[in-house]
């Protein structure tokens, strides 16, 4: 769609893909869905056990500092996922 949502949800989308999403996007719940989205879950934007287990489990992955949140290094190493 290309209401206020959608375009906020494609500008998300775009910042996502260049790797600028950081510490600051992180309370946004379509940054929360576009990470959960990359984590393989069912994206529903808001951050229980199974996004941080999942999130747990792509930092150890990748050997960044395993917290279970959406720190910036996370959110960067998102980036590459599909």
């Known amino acids: 769609r ?25 309370a946004d719940p379509v940054v929360i869905a576009w990470a959960q989205g990359r984590l393989g879950l069912n994206p529903d934007a808001r951050w229980g056990n199974l996004s941080t287990q ?21 959110l960067v190493s998102l980036r590459g996922v599909l």
Do not use: K, P, S
């Open 2 to 26: 290309l209401d206020t949502e959608g375009v906020r949800a494609l500008e998300v989308l775009t910042r996502g893909r260049r790797g600028e999403l950081g510490a600051a996007d992180v």
């Open 54 to 74: 999942a999130c747990r489990a792509h930092q150890r992955r990748v050997g960044i500092l395993d917290t279970g949140t959406l720190t910036a290094a996370t």
